[in-house]
Every structure is written in structure tokens, then in C-alpha cells.
């Protein structure tokens, strides 16, 4: 099978497309999935572009190299004797491998209360060498022709999810499962700050779960910022270099501004506020809008980067960490709502219900031959308007 992998074997660009040998199935509760959409995440482009900081508190637990694409989507065309799943679905991919996929009995204490996404056993390199699908060796991923997974890891699509758009669950159970570690209270304003697939993905999951939130979102380009509007944003408001939009943000909070020039920060601010960027800017502005005694949710994945964190103990805020897919439970009013669902399940719901439209998020498809310009692409959205670049390597 053909694969694209993180391998550095090029001195100029980190990965290549590689011809893989077939990977057999596991074990008999597996499957085998043509790939029909694999997206292109914020994380994987870190990868890329460097613009987070490092994490090197994960080096341990990772493998290399490693086929790359998490955000997966596609249609089983081979299960073992015990696969629930039929040949032909088209399914969504949590691409956690957690202790039961792995085949640990007893499953640690995490999985064990329900948290797989907290799997202590996701470094074990039981049965796979990575953590998670887009970063193993031999279970294939999203920007592969094939990929294999465990029957507890696959989601049914609906036929209301179409194909161009079914890769976009993962960000959008990434927010859903973050949301409920750090939830607005009834009818609570809501900031996202930044604009990219998982910033919308989360304005998206706030219109399924919590329906009477306004939502707010600090873009940093216009086409995102227009994006944010059509996927049901209330308010948008376009990053200014000379912060003109503290402004615009104490004016919608009901706050008055402190601080001076590149230090501003709003006294009042949002009870909520979701980073979705992952960048030191990104994570300080987040704090720096938070009310007091507010909660910030931090989905982009940030590593070592210099923030500000003086509103975590002047506004006594709270600064929430969420991380992949799994079951939560919850009473949140909204169609995604209802106790003890699978965060990808809840996904499935908001894009069924046209919250996150693929005709305004998916702006670029790529074959896998092309994974240069692809990747590409994704990392220069001011020039390409890209926001969701996916590869359709069946298409």
C-alpha cells in the first residue's frame, strides 16, 4: 500500500511517500479500512512548521518513523471472525489504541473508569509501536491507502456524512470531549480563540451541545473569520497587530481593558474561553480574556513556549488540558447531548445536522502522489485560504 511517512529520509521535507507492504489484521475483533478521506490536523503540521514548541516530555512514548493521518475516515473491507462491524460501512476512526484494542486484561486504571483517551498503556508498545493511529509503524493511518483498527475504534457513518466531509468528526470529538472537561454554564458566553478547522470544529460542537452559548471567535485571517460566521459564530472579531481587538473583545464581554500596548488584558472578560491554536500567543490571549474565576480549555496542542500566565492566579482561572476521544458523561442540552456517549458519536451528530458544512471547511482535496503541495497548503493559509486540506487517496 502506498503511505505517506514521517521518516526524514529527504533533507528537504520530512516526509515521504512510501510503498508499504499490506499489514495483516491483528487479531480477530479487527479490521481493515479503505481509506476514503484522511484529513490534515493542526498537530500534524507542527510537525511541519515548528510554530508551537517543542514537547519533549513526549519523546518516549512515540515511534519512528511512522505513518502519518489521525483524522480518518473510510469504508471496512475486511474483519476478522470477531469484528461487530460488517464489510462495506463506511466508519469514523477513533484513532486511540488504548488497552482493550491492545489486548491488556486487566486494562489499566484509566481505562478501566472509561478515560481511554488517558490510557496509561498508550506508550506500552503492546501489539502497535505508536500511541495512537498517524503515529505507528504497522497499522497503516489516514494518509494511506489502508488502515487497520479495532472494532471498539470504529463509528458508523451516517448517510447524511458525506465522504468529502467524514474525516471532520475527529476535530470536531476532540472539542465535544474538551467542552465537557471544561463546560459553559447555561447560556454562558463562549470566546474560541483562532479560527483554523479546530477553532470552527469547536464552534461547531458548542451549536450541538450548548445551543443558548453565544460564541464568540478571535480569527486571525478574513476567510476564517468568514468561515467562523457560516458555521454559526455570533461575533467575529480579526486579530489586530496593533491589538485593536481588545476593544472589540472588552465591548462584547461588558469588560474594561488593563495593561498597556502588548500587554492588555480584560478586566470582566468570558467565562469561558477555548484555545484552539496551540501557539504561545494564542494560549496568553486566551488567559488574558478569561474571566475571573473563569475556565480556559486548552485543545491546541501547546508544548515548551513562554505564556503569560498571571491571569491563572490574579483572575484565579482555571486552565483546562484535553486531549483525543472518549466517552463522556454529561447533561448537556444539546442534539449531542445525553449521558455516557462516545465523544466521535457526538461528532457524527453535529455533522449529520450541518454544524460544520464541508462545502465552507474542506478547501483543498489531494491525492497522495501530491503530499508535498498538500502539506504545503495547509501550512501556508494566508496565501492558499486554506482550513481544511484533506487527501482522497480513493477518490
Not at 481588545?246 to 467565562?271: D, N, Y
Request: glycine share 10%; hydrophobic share 40%.
Amino acid at each position: 500500500m502506498r503511505a505517506v511517512v514521517f521518516d526524514f529520509a529527504d533533507p528537504a521535507f520530512p516526509a515521504s511517500l512510501s510503498e508499504l507492504p499490506e499489514p495483516v489484521l491483528p487479531g480477530p475483533s479487527w479490521a481493515r479500512i479503505e481509506v476514503l478521506t484522511g484529513g490534515i490536523c493542526g498537530s500534524d503540521l507542527h510537525l511541519f512548521s515548528h510554530n508551537t514548541g517543542p514537547s519533549p516530555t513526549l519523546a518516549s512514548i512515540g515511534t519512528f518513523p511512522f505513518v502519518l493521518g489521525h483524522e480518518t475516515a473510510g469504508r471496512v473491507v475486511e474483519t476478522g471472525p470477531g469484528c461487530r462491524i460488517e464489510t462495506g460501512t463506511r466508519v469514523a476512526i477513533d484513532p486511540c489504541i488504548p488497552c482493550l484494542p491492545r489486548g491488556i486484561d486487566p486494562p489499566c486504571a484509566n481505562c478501566a473508569r472509561g478515560w481511554t483517551s488517558s490510557c496509561l498503556n498508550l506508550d506500552s508498545r503492546i501489539l502497535s509501536s505508536g500511541r495512537t493511529l498517524g503515529y505507528t509503524q504497522d497499522l497503516g493511518g489516514g494518509w494511506a491507502d489502508t488502515v487497520l483498527a479495532h472494532d471498539s475504534m470504529l463509528h458508523p457513518l451516517p448517510d447524511a456524512v458525506p465522504d468529502r466531509g467524514a474525516s471532520l468528526y475527529e476535530p470536531v470529538s476532540i472539542a465535544c470531549h474538551g467542552l465537557l472537561r471544561a463546560s459553559p454554564g447555561n447560556g454562558e458566553p463562549v470566546l474560541v480563540v483562532g479560527a483554523g478547522i479546530l477553532g470552527l470544529a469547536t464552534v461547531a460542537a458548542l451549536r450541538g451541545l450548548f445551543p443558548d452559548s453565544p460564541v464568540t471567535v478571535l480569527a486571525r485571517h478574513p476567510h476564517q473569520g468568514a468561515a467562523a460566521r457560516a458555521c454559526g459564530a455570533q461575533h467575529v472579531v480579526l486579530s489586530d497587530p496593533d491589538n485593536g481587538h481588545w476593544e472589540e473583545l472588552a465591548t462584547l464581554s461588558g469588560s474594561r481593558i488593563v495593561g498597556r500596548k502588548q500587554h492588555q488584558m480584560l478586566m470582566g472578560g468570558f467565562p469561558c474561553v477555548v484555545e484552539a491554536v496551540g501557539a504561545p500567543q494564542s494560549v496568553t490571549e486566551s488567559l488574558r480574556a478569561v474571566a475571573h474565576r473563569g475556565s480556559v480549555l486548552l485543545l491546541g496542542t501547546a508544548g515548551i513556549s513562554e505564556v503569560d500566565l498571571t491571569p491563572v492566579w490574579y483572575k484565579e482561572a482555571a486552565l483546562v488540558g484535553s486531549i483525543d476521544h472518549t466517552v463522556d458523561s454529561t447533561s448537556a442540552p444539546g442534539l449531542a447531548g445525553g449521558p455516557d456517549r462516545h465523544s466521535v458519536d457526538r461528532a457524527i451528530d453535529v455533522l449529520a445536522a450541518g454544524f460544520l458544512p464541508d462545502a465552507v471547511v474542506v478547501t483543498h482535496e489531494f491525492g497522495l502522489e501530491d503530499y508535498r503541495e498538500a502539506v504545503e497548503t495547509a501550512v501556508d493559509r494566508r496565501a492558499s485560504h486554506a482550513i481544511k486540506v484533506v487527501f482522497r487517496p480513493s477518490a
